[in-house]
């Protein structure tokens, strides 16, 4: 009897446990809330062991940490480089059924059982996740879905070969090289995990792990965003327009100084100018011809490999002889890097 006594409590511990970590064809959910920390510009709501962080970024930008386990650590950023020391604080008002942050425009309305978010701006509802389950965890892989409006359309992710409204697709951030492609291709080199929607919101997926956008192509009443490994960490943002989101996206990640006069010039470029000779003979035609020009591009023949950063002699022997050359006719120079490594390479 005492043996029977005691499973009968392990098992009824474990009912107790189930409603704070729900779980759906093995994927977990967040269950229900069972409490929350307020401090200034970060509050940490609880779900049992589970927690999701709110760090206040500004008056329109907040970023949001899934802690699915009460030792996961959200790794420093590679990307950001706007800090919270002059964001506002949260107000925070509870009932028996919600929490709700205030920051600015955004307000965070937290539904306790269980415990899902949705978002407003301006007092208009821009983002929420599903009842079914928002934030959630599937092995290594980590995941946030929301609901997906019928006047929701999705601009950003990168550098793609598909239609500007990525409604409908699915799309993999991983920065992959793609030469020599005569279709379009809809993962190209540069993956950006950013999309700005004109309902007023944007979303920068901070991780630099694989993953993947589902942008309602495979259920049309949700989007999410997964990466397996890696913790979770993502910013909402909100903005009346595209412009303004990129707006709070680049205050985020920051912005490239204003170029040099001669860059907003005619740059001469082909592939490639295999020796020193063949660019001599270009510019001196551009100035012959009377064609206006600022710089020359020199594009992959200057090195052996992809991924070196040391020239051909052979074809480029006195490439500093060259540049100053071409400076003193009122060309600069630019010599391409390739961040790819092939085994030749040094």
Known sequence: MPGMRANHLRSLALVLMLPMLGTSHGRTYLGDYS???????VVTIRAGEAAVRFVSFGEDVLRVDFLPAAGTRIDSSLAVVADTLNAPAYAVTETDSTLRLSVGTLVVTCSKRPLRFSFEAGGLPILAEPHGGGLSTEG?????????APDDHFYGTGERGTSLDKRGQRLTCYNVHE??????????????????SPRGYGLFFDTSFPGQFDLGSTD???FWYETDGG???FFVMAGHSIPDLLEVFTRLTGRQPLPPLWAFGYIQSKYGYRDEMEVRDAARLMREKRIPCDAFVLDLYWFRHMGDLTWNT?????????????EADGFKTIAITEPYIVEYSP
């Open 314 to 326: 052979a074809a480029w022997p006195n490439p500093f002889t060259l540049m100053r050359d071409l």
């Open 231 to 233: 913790e979770l960490s």
């Open 35 to 41: 409490g929350h920390d307020a401090a200034d510009r």
């Open 179 to 196: 030469g020599g492609y005569t279709w379009p291709v809809s993962t190209m080199s540069v993956n950006v995990p950013f999309i700005a």
């Open 140 to 148: 290594s892989e980590r995941a946030a879905t929301f609901s997906l």
């Open 220 to 222: 049309p009443a949700r």
